[in-house]
């Protein structure tokens, strides 16, 4: 192998591991407070996060230990068990990427479904969704035909992903297009359905503005995660394997975009961040971390509402309550 491709293909790999490591340590903390706080959430809800976790663990797992194999090989070639790890990271990588963005973007989706009542609107992202996944995995696959892998051959995620004049990964384009195209999308529609709803609460109104602030800026987030790893993947002929760090940390910033929306009920008792209607009886109350279901603090809320003041927001809220209701 080219030495100056080794060099880099090394250095874009480290970084992509030292910040694929930190927004891992995110997603433990943010899916240890969802184990401790949610309970009562739906049992596919609560599915969904665990296997996020599981796979962002194995994710992790193989990137760290493919980056090891492949630093420790001679120049980028390998054989035995370092060439079948590094393989099995390359392979995790996309479909990882593109299977976390799946669940992720399903539970965006079922919420608008849920607000809107659009079977039309959900069908139609079910297809977007699904598709950027299909896309990945076929973007994974088709490499092997045209680079097979043997034990004695180099393994970088520049020849795999992209060979000027032989492979040009246009599944790759499909994938992190549509997956771009889905997160602007879900965005774009959860904004505009809060913010048609005509709320006389202000309790509603703040927790409302809370969900619309956190959908564009974790659909932002992902999206130019997505178009920066396609851009980099289009200039791949000069840009080398730089599209690979992006590509890597892609699979997080969907797990972490789920986890941020799924403990945005969280509420801290005396922060900076309290609802109109819990300013002054929280005052009272010491800075504790408390995690009340959503029922608790619908409950709350209404101790502490004016009686006289229609509270038309509330059906709305109710309706992006993951919380079960048999549970």
Same mark, same amino acid.
């Given at each position: ?90 392979? +995790?990588?996309?479909? $990882?990427? &593109?299977? #976390?963005? @799946?669940?992720?973007?399903? %539970?965006?989706?079922?919420? *608008? ?11 139609v992202l079910l297809v977007f969704i699904i598709s950027q996944f299909a896309a990945a995995v076929i973007f994974r696959v088709m490499p092997s035909k045209h680079y097979p892998i043997h034990s004695t051959s180099p393994v970088t995620p520049v020849q795999l992903?992209?060979?000027?004049? +032989?492979?040009?990964? $246009?599944? &790759?384009? #499909?994938? @992190?297009?549509?997956?771009? %195209?889905?997160?602007?999308? *879900? ?52 840009? +080398? ?8 940390? @892609? ?77």
């Open positions: 192998m080219d030495s100056h491709i080794y060099e880099e293909s090394k250095d874009f790999l480290f970084a992509a591991v030292a910040l694929n490591l930190t927004l891992y340590g995110v997603l433990v903390v943010q899916t240890y407070l969802y184990y401790l706080a949610f309970s009562h959430d739906r049992t596919w809800i609560k599915a969904a996060a665990y296997v996020v976790f599981a796979l962002e663990t194995l994710h992790t797992t193989m990137l760290t230990w493919g980056y090891h194999s492949f630093t420790s090989s001679d120049w980028g070639f390998c054989s035995g068990l370092d060439c079948n790890v590094q393989l099995a990271m390359i392979w +995790v990588i996309p479909l $990882v990427g &593109g299977l #976390v963005a @799946l669940i992720t973007n399903v %539970i965006y989706a079922y919420r *608008i479904h849920i607000v809107t009542q659009s079977r039309i609107l959900f069908s992903y992209y060979q000027a004049d +032989v492979l040009i990964p $246009v599944f &790759g384009f #499909v994938w @992190l297009g549509l997956s771009a %195209i889905c997160d602007v999308a *879900i965005a774009a529609i959860m904004v505009y359905i809060l913010s048609r709803e005509r709320m006389l609460s202000k309790e509603t109104r703040w927790r409302v503005s809370r969900v619309i602030r956190l959908v564009i800026e974790t659909g932002t987030t992902t999206a130019t995660v997505d178009i920066l790893t396609l851009i980099l993947l289009v200039t791949a002929k000069w840009t +080398v394997s730089g599209y690979i760090v992006p590509m890597i940390i @892609l699979s997080k910033a969907y797990g972490n975009a789920m986890m941020v929306l799924l403990n945005n009920r969280m509420t801290i008792i005396g922060s900076r961040l309290r609802s109109p209607t819990h300013m002054d009886a929280a005052a009272t109350h010491l800075s504790t971390l408390r995690f009340p279901t959503v029922d608790q603090e619908s409950e709350l809320a209404s101790q502490h509402t004016n009686i006289n003041e229609p509270q038309k927001g509330l059906p709305l809220m109710e309706k992006l309550s993951l919380t079960s209701t048999s549970e």
